[in-house]
């Protein structure tokens, strides 16, 4: 349980960070909050022999209303958000979502550019920012680039983040009014998702995003298809696993992980539509 | 007064601004570093072990092994482990080692300068290993032909059996108008102590081998290491600085006497340097032993009125590849599967049974929650069988002042439990209808899902030993020592004690009961514990024991010190040895004896919630009623019941060891899943009674293991009262909660 040996440096800018990155090739991570990464280390499943510090960049840390949409500087803290009066305004979901993130002490610490940047399928908020259709910006060697929500979760752990890109900026649109709920069910309170999951529905429209139902965070399509096409909300919630593909693992089947989505996307989706 | 009142105790401020010494916060600079070495290896002999390369590691001091110990084989009621699995040995065990038969079975001490070069050396250790089958489970011990033990002359894994037979027991099933049946099947607990294991060895100025280590009975841990480097009792001396929680898992011995080899043979190469070990919490879990699984197939027989006329019950616990203290354990278990209820025809058989899983031994109620698992469960299917009121059967059969229980002996005086069922039905409110749920939500997170929550509520009751039972040996010893000021006042009352304060407030509880035996202020009395150089045998702290045991010694030391201060000794030492009502073997064939001295009584009620369409129970309110015979320190018996409760919330809900072919595939606490803060009971009533007990000091009975015993059994028929299906097993997980629901449909 403790961490194999590394070398550490700050970064004082989101530039700095890259050269350095860069600078250290393929065996440096970024360290933000460290609340996904350094439990890795101590399991020895990650191994980093640099760590580029991240976290005293302050120009990173931010939540602003930016017309459609509200920007999230990457190293802005879960508690932030969870107490932010513009996301509370524009993006309640996603204000509610961090509130569930582990306990007070993780969400003080903890950030949302290193939550989605693990790309941890059984974290709260790469699914809901998958639900709600954020993009991602991410800052490399050549200059910015903007990652879509649905096209940044490639494997378990994996995102199509370059190893040399640092993520900078999360952009969730506003979501005008629109009905949402976060159902999050763990076995013990404070602890990682059984099955999570992330809705909002608006008219005819609806996102549903699913917490630790694959090796990544999953968007549940064909619900919103089925809503989209008239279905009832309980029939909708049947096609809730229907692009999930959930493990097994020492607290629960896949049978009972299924059942969990059913169950809680129709929760879910009568919460958002009352 | 002194006793009766809720004083703060004295290690309070140190344990919460964390000053307090723990057993690896004493660690002295320039220790050495040590790692014990585990088999891995469930079931497998030793073909070769090399410890050469280790030895010769650089920064490795020793590396010890079975053949550095004088008689190689530990075991607290029954030697059958190797204290080392290995190939060399000095023949004066009859254990044959060098066979494998728990994972955690030891192959190696290696003692280091550092850790680092400790982890070096453990890597370097050669080991052979010839796979044998592995024993999984009770089914497969009592079905397969491996033999675990066939060292003891036995052609079965089963080692240890109880026997009752009680009347007529045919007469008893002629009487029965309804019989119930059923197989249950309990799960097993890690105790999951806050402090893992963690010791430190060496020689002291007298020349004694000594272990600072947390335990719970250093004169029990004394004798063990005695044994096995067969030395004089004297000669070897136990410590136990501050102890981060026991509840029967530091009962057995871990570090106990490695560390006492390493510093006794390096002592002799001239090496004094202390040597010191800690075990992370993966080694804590796979590497001390956990509340029994095991099974009990039960029925039960009443008339239409409700009176009892029969109970069977086959019984087996699974003790994994050591005995520990599952042949006690047992006996608990068999005590109790009738339950606390007159039973006139009776037969019961409980078996010991050697496996290769995870070892069962000590843990709070010790076996008493198994039997009431079985036979609550049992008695609220009799009672919705006859249309009868789960109390009211049980005020009908309930053990008095005057019944006989089941080993055919009379209930010692002051059987309270039909005042405790009273009070637990009168504060909970059983006789009112349920009340509407709170806004219910399974977890914090998810939203009230009104139409899927289910409500219910569950009662039960039970009587558990306080002290050791069926004849072994019992005693507690203590020591006062009363120092005059200028005015022949007593200014100053020295108490010497052996008995562990596991975290539970033992010392706290002695100290006032010593100022109140002698008469002072409790501001006078000092206290020295938990030493074999200073304090005698007081017996471990368990069975509930230590409060009523402790207070009977302390008392007897009192006045014996005050005959000696009237006879003008200066100071005057008074040094008593009580002894309890002695406790009688059961007959083999029938299980007749006298089983146990003193008792204490419990009952409880839970309100719990379900949502059945994810299986997630929650309990939102829980009244516990206690005969404590007389509260020495009030605060700290609420303590011991609203923790108590929370550890069989645990138990009952979420903690789910999962051992597949003899590994533990779950030895953290992320996925060995302990209740948090969010998860325990919303409200926990504690009702505390104080009817004395006639032998208790002050009246005190013993009462820390009892608030845990019916916990499950209550939860379990809760659930039944809320959707009609009733769980023989558990603990209950959503996802079981699910299937039986479903199942039910």
Redesign the interface.
Known sequence: ?IPAAFDYVRAGSAEEAVELIGQHGEEAKFLAGGHSLLPLMRLRLAQPSVLVDIGRISDLSYIRDAGDHVAIGALTRHSEIEHSDVLAQHVPLLAHAAS?VGDPQVRHRGTIGGSLAHADPASDLPATTLALGATYVAQGPGGTREIAAADFFESFLMSTLAADELLTEIRVPKMDGAGW???????????WA?VGVAAWRRNGAAGVGLVNMASTPVLATSVASALAGGASIADAAEQAAAEADPTAD????VE?RI??AK??TR?ALE?ASA | MTVGRSELRRDAPDKVTGAARYPADGFPAGALVARLVFSDQPHARVVALDIERARTSPGVVAVFTSADVPVNEYGLTLFDQPVFVGLEHTGRSPIPCDVSRWEADNIAFVVAESIEAADRAVALIDVEWEPLPVVADIDAALAGSTLIHPENGRDSNVYHSYKVCKGDIEAGWAAADVVIEGTYEFPYQEHAYLQPEAAVSYVDDAGRVTVEVAGQWTHEDQEQIAHALDLPRDDVRVIYPAIGGAFGGREDTTLQIVMALASWRLAARGERRPVTCRW???ESIVGHHKRHRGRVVARLGATHDGTITAVEADGWLDAGGYNYTTNKVLGNLHLGVAGCYEVPNARIDSHAVYTNAAIGGAFRGFGGPQAAFVAESQMTKLALALGLDPVELRRRNVLRDGSIGITQAVMPDGCTLPEVIEACVERAGLDEPLGDAPAFS??????P?EEAVRRGRGFACAFKNVGFSFGFPERCEAEIHLHGDDDDEIARVELFHGGADVGQGAHQVFVQMAAEAVGVPVERVHGQFSDTATSGDSGSASASRLTWMAGNSILGAAEEAEKRWRDGDRPAVGRFRYTPPPTEEMDPETGACVPNFSYGYVAQAVEISVDV??G?VVVDRVTSAHDVGRAINPALVIGQIEGAVVQAHGYAL?E?L?VRDGRI??PRLS?Y?I?????IPRRIEAVVLELADPLGPWGARGMAEMPFITYAPAVVAAVHDATGVWFDEFPL???RV?AGLRAAR
């Open positions: 349980m569930q709920s976060f159902q999050k069910f763990n076995r013990r309170a404070q602890d059984i020492l607290n629960a089947s009972y059942h969990l169950v809680l929760r919460a | 992370s919490r993966e399974p977890v914090a997170s998810l939203a899902a369409e994810t997630h979420s789910d999962q595939l779950n996925t899943l209740p948090g803060i969010g998860d997980t959503p996802s699910l």
